[in-house]
């Protein structure tokens, strides 16, 4: 089969080259560890300890509050130095459990594994959501919930989301390399729970040792195989990736298990592979620190909880102070306010960059370009939608499809006149999409 893909889209430079053959290192703490309750999407988890507590890795520290949320636990052993409000990558202040590191990492004693073939769906799922796990590509869904859809045997497609089409990001390139067996074992997980589903490696073709290393390592399962996408950005978001592998159309009101598909990121597949095969709940995960102002880019296995300006210091620091500090990838991630901030479930790399790009253009009129329209993978009228927002014209908003947004950036990236549309038309969207659910 040919390359796969979706109409529209960028080709920004890719940055990838600063850190990409650099192996994965794993990174021990020195400071304390800091654990938000709200790493996920849905109801905050409730604490289960206190200022004063022991705990060891592995300890679950706080419990889902709801179907949809998620537990989390520590990464490591240590005292409980209390509850506190502290920085979220996000720049915003949430509730966090603090613990002070005592260095040891002993470790909880795990429940023996069953063998996966003897495991119910109850039992695996159970696993899956006592582990913590939730979409670690960014999008924090809690995976148990993903993973439990109201008719599981119409699911035909688990898609392994390995596209990394952000730039600079190499934390799933590098995972796939180093942990191939892991993550075909989380795969496996999956099609356990669809019996009429084939798994899918969706990789871009300009991760070509990728593809090669993963069609010999699923030469010997007849459900998966690998398919290659054209290496384009935003060829990683869900519902243009699922478009691609599929040739079926998600919108904003429909889930991807209403056309069958279910897609899961590298990192998640891994962790459900830790957490099933091996009885693990998630302390820790692969981050990229890159960027043009990082002395030593590389690519850190870090406990979750750990402070972003560790990872800057094991990066070899900065070669000049920042202009700016990201949180995720440069096109969908967060612009950081202080790297004191912890690593939480959702955080893929963190950037660092000697100018601001964004905050140096000069905003000009529209020129009627239709570049926006090109690149939208949307297929939406992005010059119209960022009118109606600046005017506050909701209803108008929304009759233009703007809801449809996948929020890339790619219609602000093209723009000659520099217009922030994909800030405008986010805003807006978030705001009626608040609206509808209050309807
Ligand atoms: S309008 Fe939304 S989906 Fe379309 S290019 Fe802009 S940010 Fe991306
Ligand atoms: S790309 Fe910018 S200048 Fe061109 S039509 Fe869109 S908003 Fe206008």
């Not at 850190?300 to 909880?305: A, I, K, N, T």
């Given at each position: 089969m040919?390359?796969?893909?979706?109409?529209?889209?960028?080709?920004?430079?890719?940055?990838?080259?600063?850190?990409?053959?650099q192996p994965i290192r794993r990174l021990l703490p020195e400071g304390e560890l800091v654990y938000p309750l709200?790493?996920?999407?849905?109801?905050?988890a409730n604490p289960l300890v206190k200022k004063g507590d022991r705990v060891l890795k592995g300890q679950m520290i706080a419990a889902a509050s709801g179907y949809v949320s998620a537990p989390v636990h520590a990464s490591v052993s240590g005292t409980v130095k209390g509850l506190e409000q502290r920085f979220s990558p996000s720049g915003t202040k949430t509730e966090c459990i603090v613990i002070e590191n005592d260095g040891s990492y002993e470790e909880i004693g795990?429940?023996?594994v069953k063998p996966l073939s003897e495991m119910t769906r109850g039992e695996i799922l159970d696993r899956i959501g006592e582990s913590g796990i939730v979409g670690m590509g960014g999008a924090g869904f809690p995976t148990r919930v993903k993973l439990s859809p109201k008719e599981p045997e119409k699911i035909d497609h688990i898609i392994a989301n390995c596209a990394e089409c952000e730039p600079y990001i190499t934390a799933d390139y590098r995972r796939m390399l180093e942990n191939t067996e892991e993550l075909i074992s989380g795969m496996r997980v999956v099609l356990s729970l669809f019996p009429n589903a084939k798994g899918i490696f969706a990789v871009e073709d300009n991760k070509k040792d990728c593809i090669e290393k993963l069609r010999s390592a699923v030469s010997d399962e007849p459900r998966m195989s690998v398919e290659r996408l054209v290496a384009k950005y935003p060829q990683g978001a869900e519902r243009q990736l699922i478009y691609a592998v599929t040739k079926r159309a998600v919108n904003s009101s429909m889930l991807p298990a209403d056309v069958g598909c279910i897609v899961d990121n590298v990192e998640t597949l891994i962790n459900i592979h830790y957490a099933v095969a091996e009885g693990r709940p998630l302390t820790e995960r692969v981050v990229t620190v890159s960027g043009d102002d990082i002395a030593a880019p590389g690519n850190?296995?870090?406990?979750?909880?750990i402070s972003h300006e560790?990872?800057?210091?094991?990066?070899?620091?900065?070669i000049v102070p920042p202009r700016k500090l990201i949180s995720g990838g440069p096109m969908m991630g967060f612009a950081m306010v202080t790297a004191d901030a912890p690593v939480t479930k959702t955080s893929s790399a963190l950037l660092a960059f000697k100018e601001d790009a964004v905050a140096k253009a000069q905003e000009t009129a529209c020129i009627n370009c239709a570049r926006c329209v090109e690149v939208c993978p949307s297929r939406i009228i992005p010059s119209r939608l960022a009118d109606l927002a600046l005017r506050h014209d909701e209803d108008g908003f929304v009759a233009m499809n703007g809801l449809e947004c996948v929020e890339c950036g790619s219609c602000s990236y093209v723009c000659p006149a520099k217009r922030p549309l994909k800030q405008a038309i986010g805003s807006m969207r978030r705001t009626a999409l608040a609206n509808k659910r209050k309807k």
């Open positions: 040919g390359l796969l893909t979706f109409k529209g889209g960028i080709h920004p430079d890719d940055g990838k080259r600063f850190s990409k053959d709200s790493q996920h999407i849905g109801a905050p795990y429940e023996t850190f296995l870090v406990p979750l909880g560790e990872l800057i210091k094991a990066a070899g620091g900065f």
